[in-house]
């Protein structure tokens, strides 16, 4: 945004400036003016000659509006600033300012150029404040842009480190799980060996029980012969 109004700022400051040029290389013509010349005072008549009625003395240096010349040249129809119309000597007159006139109109025109530098300088005013706030807001943009990237760099080892650590998981868990099978086959394994040795100690048990039987019989017929042949 601060962009685009920083280009149209600079193309009003141009459009303004050529219109302040062309403005004063055209105000010249846009009238055709006639000036007393540098005499003290002329009659304005109501014709074109000194036979005429007097309308009102005009002073030097006084602002006329051309009309028309007589036939003779010797005399011009013009318009003063306050409406009148009348005719004067065209001795009188002439195309450009007086002095004095020359150097109020100079004045006038360094004023409105003042008053347009001052317009232009204010602008220019702006348009830095303009581009002051453009740099900044770029160089925030840059920090963000630099801040996301860092964030950005850690979500990726972050990311990295959970699928090493979700690939260890698996690992461990299928590490766990073959330990548990043999766990397992350990208990079954333990579970046999301990029936085998149960069993063992049964048979045993009772072998020596049949052979304490077999002795409990025997012995005492083997006594008793013993005792007959004694006798």
Known sequence: MFGKNFKNRIITVKRLSALVLSFLMVAPALAEKRYISDELWINLRTGPSNEFRIIKTLKSGSHLQFIEESEDGKFTKVTTDQGLEGWVPTRFLQDKPIAFEKLILTQRELDKLKADYNELKSQHSELKKEL??????????????????????????????????????????????ELKIKVDTLKAENERLQGSKDLNYILIGGGLILLGIILGLVLPKMSGRKGDGWA
């Open 132 to 177: 002051s706030q453009t740099k900044q807001a770029q160089s925030e943009t840059t920090e963000e842009k630099q801040a996301q990237a860092k964030e950005l760099e850690h979500i990726k080892k972050v990311s990295a480190n959970a699928i090493n650590l979700d690939k260890k998981n698996q690992e461990l868990a299928k590490a766990s799980e």
